[in-house]
């Protein structure tokens, strides 16, 4: 029996993020940050992600007591929308005069929203779209540091 409560999903409806993916499972979410990918030869470069900050995590790397790094990682950006070149657009921020501070997204191949500020990757598809209100508030705060 379904609960009158829940409507079923559409196409209009944003796509929404898991719970479970928002926050780090084990330390929760005030060890929750926001990171980008910054390496250039990635085919992940400019994505974002969540990771955890804790450290001595008995699911970490180090020792069996603690010592190691929070294995924590989620994608940030699958409610992100694809560009034309089949790939998820990236979040920046205007820095322009008029526009400074609004969160947009551009293709991830550099082509989109007034080039892009990593280095050669100059290709793309052209993609340009204000962020809405609904696409920032899963991040919160934590997008602030991203600028």
């Avoid at 020792?63 to 994608?75: D, E, I, L, M, R």
């Avoid at 280095?119 to 993609?127: A, D, E, Q, S």
Wanted: charged residues 15%; positive net charge; contains cysteine.
């Amino acid at each position: 029996i379904q609960s009158p409560m829940v409507s079923p999903p559409t196409l209009s409806q944003p796509q929404q993020m898991s719970s479970s993916s928002l926050f780090c499972p084990i330390h929760g979410e005030r060890h929750t940050i926001l990171r980008r990918v910054r390496k250039n030869n990635s085919p992940n470069v400019y994505r974002i992600f969540r990771t955890c900050r804790a450290s001595g995590s008995r699911y970490g790397g180090g020792s069996p007591g603690g010592g190691g790094k929070c294995q924590f990682f989620a994608w940030a950006d699958d409610h992100f929308p694809l560009c034309s070149c089949q790939k998820r657009a990236i979040i920046r921020v205007s820095k322009t005069e008029r526009s400074g501070g609004r969160w947009f997204f551009s293709c991830s191949n550099g082509g989109g929203g007034g080039g892009s500020s990593g280095g050669n990757r100059t290709n793309g598809c052209g993609l340009f779209e204000w962020a809405k209100p609904e696409q920032l508030a899963p991040f919160g705060s934590l997008l602030t540091p991203l600028l």
